[in-house]
C-alpha cells in the first residue's frame, strides 16, 4: 500500500512537472498588430498608434494633429478620426476646471451642441476627462464625437483628444482610440 501511494504521488508529481515545463516553452504572444510610434516635439506629446493608420499635421498650426483610420471598404464612407491638439496655459489650473473650459469652448464655437460631460476614467496609468456629443451635418450621416481631455499640472499643458466616428463604427472606435491613449506620454 505504501508503494502504491509513494508511486502515485511519484506520478503526479512527474505530471504536474511536465505541465509546467508545457507553459515555460510556449511560443510568446505574437504582436497584436504594427504600431507606429509618435513623438512630437511641438505637441509635447507622445503615443502609438496603428501602423495602417494616417498622420497629419495641419499647415500653420503647430498645436494640432490628425489620426486618420483608413477606410475598411469600398461601403465605407467615412474616415474615422482623431483631432488631438495641445495648449499651454498661462497659468495652472486644475484638470477638473480645464476639461469644464474645454467644454465651454466647444460650446461657444457651435452654440447648438449638445454635449455630455461624462466625468473621468483611467486609461492606463492617467486619469482622462470625457465629454461626448452627436451631430448630423449637411450631409444627412450621424456621427458621434468623443472627447478625451487630460492636464498636466506640472508644466500648465492641456492636452485634448476628439475621435470623431460614423454612429454605427462610433463604440468600436472609441475603443480603438483608448488603446492609443494607454500609450499617451506628456512631455
Same mark, same amino acid.
Given at each position: 500500500? =505504501?508503494?502504491?501511494f &509513494?508511486l502515485?504521488?511519484l #506520478?503526479?508529481t *512527474?505530471f504536474i512537472a511536465?505541465k509546467?515545463d ?8 505574437e504582436? %497584436?498588430?504594427? &504600431?507606429?510610434?509618435?513623438?512630437s516635439?511641438s505637441l509635447k506629446i507622445? @503615443?502609438?498608434?496603428p501602423?495602417?493608420?494616417? /498622420?497629419v499635421k495641419t499647415?500653420n498650426? @503647430?498645436n494640432?494633429?490628425?489620426?486618420k483610420?483608413?477606410?475598411?471598404? *469600398?461601403?465605407d /464612407?467615412y474616415?474615422?478620426n #482623431?483631432l488631438v491638439?495641445t495648449?499651454?496655459?498661462p497659468?495652472? &489650473?486644475?484638470? *477638473? ?10 460650446k461657444i464655437s457651435?452654440?447648438n451642441?449638445?454635449?455630455?460631460n =461624462?466625468g473621468t476614467?483611467?486609461i492606463g496609468? %492617467?486619469? @482622462?476627462?470625457?465629454?461626448a456629443?452627436?451631430f448630423?451635418p /449637411? ?8 472627447g478625451?481631455t487630460?492636464f498636466?499640472? =506640472?508644466?500648465s499643458?492641456g492636452?485634448?483628444?476628439n475621435?470623431?466616428?460614423?454612429k454605427?463604427n /462610433?463604440?468600436l @472606435?472609441? %475603443?480603438?482610440?483608448e488603446?492609443?491613449l494607454? *500609450?499617451?506620454k506628456s512631455k
Amino acid at each position: 500500500m =505504501k508503494k502504491i501511494f &509513494i508511486l502515485s504521488l511519484l #506520478i503526479i508529481t *512527474s505530471f504536474i512537472a511536465c505541465k509546467n515545463d508545457s507553459k515555460i516553452n510556449e511560443k510568446p504572444n505574437e504582436p %497584436k498588430a504594427d &504600431i507606429t510610434h509618435l513623438k512630437s516635439d511641438s505637441l509635447k506629446i507622445e @503615443f502609438d498608434f496603428p501602423k495602417n493608420w494616417q /498622420a497629419v499635421k495641419t499647415p500653420n498650426q @503647430f498645436n494640432l494633429i490628425t489620426l486618420k483610420q483608413p477606410l475598411v471598404d *469600398s461601403l465605407d /464612407a467615412y474616415q474615422e478620426n #482623431i483631432l488631438v491638439w495641445t495648449e499651454q496655459l498661462p497659468m495652472n &489650473i486644475s484638470d *477638473s476646471i480645464y476639461h469644464l473650459t474645454t467644454i465651454a469652448q466647444l460650446k461657444i464655437s457651435t452654440p447648438n451642441l449638445t454635449i455630455e460631460n =461624462k466625468g473621468t476614467k483611467q486609461i492606463g496609468d %492617467k486619469i @482622462f476627462y470625457q465629454y461626448a456629443f452627436e451631430f448630423t451635418p /449637411a450631409d444627412s450621416n450621424h456621427y458621434i464625437v468623443n472627447g478625451y481631455t487630460y492636464f498636466n499640472t =506640472k508644466d500648465s499643458m492641456g492636452y485634448n483628444f476628439n475621435g470623431t466616428a460614423d454612429k454605427k463604427n /462610433a463604440v468600436l @472606435f472609441q %475603443k480603438e482610440m483608448e488603446t492609443i491613449l494607454i *500609450s499617451f506620454k506628456s512631455k
